[in-house]
């Protein structure tokens, strides 16, 4: 138990549908961060937020949308997906946005499979 | 694009063996992380250095600046460590958050 959660644990969805991630931190960090990890590939950065403000978007499809309302809560919400958005997501907290410095957090993940 | 290369991809071995994997990586970093990721896919942290070596219980990370190269060991291991162990560095960016780059990782398994 890391003490980040993320829900649902499995989700499956059409390409029509609209769906949402939820990440939650109880460590009292300010920062968190949402991966992706596909299938034989690295885990890839996608989000980070730093208090509240988004810090890194590495270019991320728009049919991705973060939103951090507060220090412990993150969320991912997801329409008109493409199969190959098919992956395991993965949600980080740590103490700072200093990678340099900060072990971050990993949650469970949300296995999202898109029909 | 700056990469992370892990060796083996996949490793098997008997319980009790050493184990080593290794991680190298292109250019000047400001900190490398080990991670260990299980079945179900949830990540621990295992190790961040920038230099020499850490050890906890029977894990050990060392890296080689110069030769821009980590390993990570495991003593007497243990069927419990059967996971996939990921490297992941950051890069100077000269400016700017780059994040954290990840390998593939090196899927291990231990048999009794």
């Known amino acids: 138990e890391t003490g980040v959660t993320q829900t649902p644990r499995h989700l499956v969805m059409g390409m029509t549908n609209k769906k949402s991630l939820k990440c939650e931190q109880h460590?009292?960090?300010?920062?968190m961060y949402w991966y992706k990890q596909s299938a034989k590939k690295p885990l890839e950065l996608m989000f980070v937020y730093s208090l509240e403000e988004r810090v890194e978007n590495n270019s991320v499809p728009s049919r991705f949308s973060p939103e951090c309302p507060n220090s412990s809560h993150l969320f991912l919400h997801l329409h008109t997906l493409q199969p190959e958005d098919s992956a395991l997501y993965l949600c980080a907290s740590s103490q700072d946005w200093d990678p340099d410095r900060d072990t971050q957090y990993f949650g469970p993940g949300t296995r999202l499979t898109v029909l | 694009k700056n990469e992370v290369e892990q060796s083996p991809q996949n490793l098997t071995a008997q319980e009790g063996e050493f184990i080593t994997i290794n991680c190298s990586y292109s250019?000047?970093?400001?900190?490398l992380h080990w991670l260990q990721q299980h079945p179900g896919g949830g990540i621990v942290s295992l190790f961040m250095?920038?230099?020499g070596k850490k050890k906890h219980g029977r894990l050990i990370a060392t890296i080689n600046i110069q030769e821009k190269h980590s390993s990570l060991h495991i003593t007497a291991s243990h069927p419990r460590d059967s996971a996939v162990y990921i490297c992941a560095v950051r890069y100077y960016s000269g400016g700017g958050a780059d994040g954290l780059t990840f390998g593939k990782g090196t899927h291990l398994i231990i048999q009794p």
């Open positions: 460590l009292g960090h300010n920062a």
């Open positions: 250095l920038s230099s």
């Open positions: 250019v000047g970093i400001s900190a």
